[in-house]
């Protein structure tokens, strides 16, 4: 699902629009040189109606984040669920949650711009969300335990396996690594995961 049809699946008509049209502005002129006008006719409507929903545009950047990244865990949630190898699906959640979103922005010309407008304000979210994406990765490694009868133990838990995962991606979108490092980056923590659930 790209970022403009998550956006579509908004339940309120309005919202979607006025969301849609911001994603499109943001994506177009970048977080800074987008202002509530330009919103605003990308929605097809007043900046009165607008500031009716919204008071600032910052308020909408945090709205469609939280918007993306909870669709994010929605995808990830459902493919880690799915039947099959856990590492081919801790990959796939991981596509879904991160690297697919990752490349949508960066295709971009200001994809770069609301990555680090993500990074300057939305901070809480961002945790909030990577506390949901290790939840959902350490449930699942849990689930392959029992199914393995591997007891994790001895100082090594689920959760430390799962945010050794999580804290392998997130170093390598701190080196500015590329999507392709990155991917191969999780794609060792996951094989590292696996290992130690098949002893």
């Given amino acids: 699902m790209s970022l403009l049809e998550a956006i579509q699946n908004e339940d309120d008509p309005k919202r979607a629009r006025i969301l849609e049209g911001a994603m499109k502005t943001f994506l177009a002129y970048g977080y800074e040189r987008t202002t509530m006008d330009d919103i605003a006719k990308a929605a097809e409507m007043s900046r009165p109606a607008l500031y009716l929903i919204f008071r600032n545009k910052s308020e909408i950047y945090l709205a469609i984040g939280s918007m993306l990244l909870g669709r994010s865990l929605e995808q990830a949630s459902a493919l880690l669920s799915r039947p099959g190898p856990l590492a081919d699906r801790m990959m796939q ?5 991160i690297f697919s979103m990752i ?39 849990e689930t392959e335990a029992g199914r393995t009868r591997v007891r994790l133990d001895d100082g090594l838990t689920a959760r430390d396996l799962a945010m050794l995962a999580c804290d392998a991606i997130e170093g390598a979108k701190a080196r500015r ?12 923590a996951v094989m590292l995961i696996e290992k130690s659930l098949a002893r």
């Fill in 93 to 97: 959640a991981f596509e879904a949650a």
């Fill in 103 to 141: 490349e949508a922005i960066q295709q971009s010309p200001h994809g770069a711009d609301i990555l680090d407008m993500k990074n300057a304000f939305a901070a809480e979210l961002m945790e909030t969300w990577r506390g949901g994406l290790v939840d959902l990765v350490t449930g699942a490694i």
């Fill in 177 to 188: 690594a590329s999507i392709d490092e990155k991917r191969r980056i999780a794609r060792a």
